[in-house]
């Protein structure tokens, strides 16, 4: 190989005036219905996940629908939506099953043409989840539950959104993807870093599955979407956090001066700014290659070894400058910090997709 | 409205009339301006069609197919990146006939004389006197850090026109002729052991009023227009996937396998991921002024790169071993062209120090984004209701 070769077409980086009205109106929504307060309220609750909000966003809007089409009760859009969508929820650190259910969750079932479960995901009447740990990278091993005459039993940690699941998406020793009833395995909310996508043990004993299809490019596909996807959730939480940031400095006075003021803290920030405007071209080039399916895992690697890094930057910074305010319980900084640094795990570290990436461009280790 | 099929049309005629194999360089590229193909989105008369900027591409890959010669743009870029966009948007109409037509086909080459040792990120402080008599204006002063200036026909110069009012109200924008007897150019020898810059002193140097740009004392609004080009264009410019610095090192990485370190492979990998990702920025960048959608993001797009350039050039010197020890030749030289990607690992890693100085310094910038694009406080200014005399220097 004659390394990464040229950029064929290049992709459209910019939002549509479409995609700008789905967005004003995820925004004003998240405005009414999930406000900083509330969510704080809601971690400390036996219900993290707001089921209202969750009900408005795919009942009264049909965005669990956007990846799928039109003749199974979606809404035929693309991934592109999808991530205007996710750079708000990730705004909002919004405590709403969206990228578990319907990308990762719907992009598996996207590959193994399960129509019936497609239906009731798109519209938002069953949640669905894949049953495999957070952390775990586009291709890389994860654990299965056994299958043996007939029946599914194990126990798989780490799965996210897991606790409001309807249907869970379980792969299997037999190399086959099962779906599982929720009510029939035992779903055990585990004490999560990131409280608003909190995480959950599923144990499986002896419980009965119907088999979806072959678990490796299922499982594989969800990841990538899941992967490519987060990275636009990753700039929105960087841009909140920066421009939540700029505005306090601009008010917050020390020695007679606004503290924004002050070199140090400008360049600071006007760093910050410069890492937020790169994640969102790559973010864009990720949902855009998602969308065309060309050069994808290109574009999603790339996206994932830059996106961690800023989204995480963006909340410790955002931390540190509003001083021992940014340090309370009260202050929503630290749903910030945590949904980063969770997200810098999520569907593989920035290290690990940089390991995918140098097989990908030739630029191989020693 | 033009549109691209009236562009095709109009190139094939340019070039049915000037066969290129046939056609001498120059009266070529004459007869590509007069046919308003040289910058389409330029206004009719001055060598475009008031097209929309992002149809040039449609021009130039027809001229391309037909082995058409260019105007050598990286000779011209001073020319072509700052002058010429000054001279359009401030420029009389007997000064954009007279200098635009040349400056782009490289007949003349342009300079510019902005900086002086006293007046680096404080431009606006300069000392340069320009003072009037009769019909001209008398120049006198330093000049440094000036690429090309001798090569150079023209300058864009500003000077010192009124010292009793605030620095940035007192200065006026002036086109210099390169060949009045005053103007002096002395190469500056760089870390690299090139002279790529010069000093230029000015003794005397007597410019006619007719060319002066803009209105007396508006030198500096003038020159927010030339220091803007600047940026986008060491910055924005359009690369292919490992089209910069990240280039050769890549290619090193692959073709010399004993080379190869843990370390250096993540670092490597690192910056080829932050080289794409800001590739990735210019191009939506480019795709927004297309749009018509300008953005802020080209402050940024000169910070990233030269941190990117010095970052990658390092590594690359690490990466040789050995022969990272080693500097291809120290010989003075009078380069023609800048190249920030020519030569060695070691001559990479020494010009590429000059990019976070060089068209506004990283503080500089990083000031710009803070201030204009975050809206953050400004830096106190101490200076802004004092006369420029009174300074402290």
Avoid at chain 1, 10 to 22: F, K
Avoid at chain 1, 63 to 71: F, Q
Avoid at chain 2, 178 to 204: C, H, K, S, W, Y
Wanted: overall charge negative; hydrophobic content about 40%.
């Amino acid at each position: 190989m004659e390394g990464p070769g040229p950029v064929k077409n290049e992709r459209d980086l910019l939002y549509s005036e479409e995609e700008e009205a789905l967005r004003a109106a995820v925004r004003d929504l998240l405005a009414d219905q999930c406000d900083a307060p509330g969510v704080i309220a809601r971690t400390e609750s036996d219900t993290p996940h707001h089921l209202a909000l969750w009900k408005t966003l795919t009942d009264g809007m049909g965005l669990a629908g956007l990846l799928v089409p039109e003749a199974l009760g979606g809404q035929g859009a693309t991934h592109r939506e999808a991530a205007v969508v996710l750079e708000e929820l990730g705004r909002a650190v919004a405590p709403v099953p969206y990228l578990t259910s319907a990308v990762v969750a719907t992009e598996a079932l996207l590959a193994c043409g399960t129509d019936d479960l497609l239906r009731e995901l798109a519209s938002g009447t069953s949640i669905g989840v894949l049953a495999v740990a957070l952390n775990v990278a586009p291709g890389a091993a994860h654990k299965l539950v056994r299958h043996d005459d007939g029946v599914l039993s194990g126990e798989l940690t780490g799965i996210a959104d897991a606790a409001v699941a309807d249907v869970l998406l379980v792969p299997a020793d037999d190399g086959g993807l099962y779906a599982v009833d929720a009510t029939a395995a035992t779903v055990t909310p585990q004490t999560s870093l990131d409280l608003t996508r909190p995480l959950a043990t599923v144990t499986l004993d002896g419980v009965r599955g119907r088999l979806l299809g072959d678990a490796e490019p299922a499982v594989r596909r969800a990841l990538r979407a899941g992967a490519g996807l987060l990275a636009s959730e990753q700039f929105g939480l960087a841009d909140r956090s920066l421009t939540e940031t700029v505005r306090y400095l601009k008010e917050r006075k020390q020695f007679n001066r606004p503290v924004g003021g002050f070199q140090a803290l400008k360049h600071r920030l006007a760093q910050l700014w410069l890492e937020s405007v790169n994640l969102r071209a790559a973010a864009r080039n990720a949902a855009d290659a998602l969308t065309t399916g060309e050069d994808a895992d290109m574009a999603v690697t790339v996206a994932q070894a830059y996106a961690a890094p800023v989204a995480v930057h963006a909340a410790e910074e955002a931390l540190q400058l509003h001083g021992g305010l940014g340090m309370t319980w009260e202050h929503p900084a630290h749903l910030y910090l945590k949904r980063a640094k969770a997200d810098s795990l999520a569907y593989g570290t920035a290290g690990a997709h940089r390991e995918a990436l140098a097989a990908l461009v030739d630029l191989q280790a020693p | 409205m033009t549109d691209a099929e009236e562009l095709r049309r109009r190139t094939r005629e340019l070039l049915a009339a000037h066969p290129p194999a046939s056609t001498d360089r120059l009266d070529f590229l004459r007869a590509r301006f007069d046919a308003g193909l040289a910058w389409v989105h330029y206004p009719e008369g001055l060598g475009g069609l008031g097209a929309p900027r992002s149809l040039q591409a449609v021009v130039d890959a027809e001229l391309e197919a037909a082995g058409a010669p260019d105007n050598d743009p990286r000779r011209i870029g001073i020319g072509l990146g700052m002058a010429a966009p000054t001279i359009l948007g401030f420029g009389t109409e007997e000064q954009k006939r007279r200098f635009l037509r040349p400056l782009w086909t490289g007949e003349e080459v342009w300079c510019q004389l902005f900086s002086e040792p006293g007046a680096g990120s404080d431009l606006a402080a300069l000392g340069t006197r320009a003072v009037r008599e009769g019909d001209d204006w008398v120049v006198n002063g330093q000049k440094v850090w000036t690429s090309s200036a001798h090569v150079a026909r023209w300058a864009i110069l500003i000077a010192r026109t009124d010292p009793d009012v605030p620095k940035h109200r007192g200065i006026t924008y002036f086109l210099c002729d390169m060949t009045d007897p005053g103007v002096e150019v002395r190469p500056l020898r760089q870390i690299t052991g090139e002279a790529e810059f010069n000093e230029v002193f000015l003794t005397d140097v007597r410019i006619p009023d007719t060319h002066r740009l803009g209105a007396v004392g508006e030198g500096w609004k003038v020159a927010q227009t030339t220091l803007n080009n600047e940026r986008v264009a060491i910055g924005g410019m359009r690369l292919p996937r490992e089209g910069g610095m990240i280039g050769p090192v890549s290619k090193t990485w692959r073709e010399r396998p004993e080379l190869r370190t843990h370390d250096l492979h993540q670092r490597l990998l690192k910056l080829w991921v932050e080289s794409e990702v800001s590739r990735l920025t210019a191009e939506r960048l480019r795709q927004q002024l297309v749009a018509g959608q300008p953005g802020p993001e080209g402050a940024g797009m000169k910070l990233a790169f030269a941190r990117l350039n010095q970052e990658i050039s390092g590594l690359e010197v690490e990466l040789l071993g050995e022969e990272g020890l080693l500097y291809d030749d120290w010989t003075m030289r009078r380069p023609e062209l800048v190249d920030f990607t020519g030569r060695e690992a070691g001559y990479r890693y020494l010009r590429s120090k000059g990019n976070s100085i060089e068209g506004g310094t990283s503080e500089v910038l990083l000031n710009i984004v803070a201030e204009r694009v975050l809206g953050l406080p400004a830096e106190p200014r101490t200076d802004k209701d004092v006369a420029w005399k009174d300074l402290a220097r």
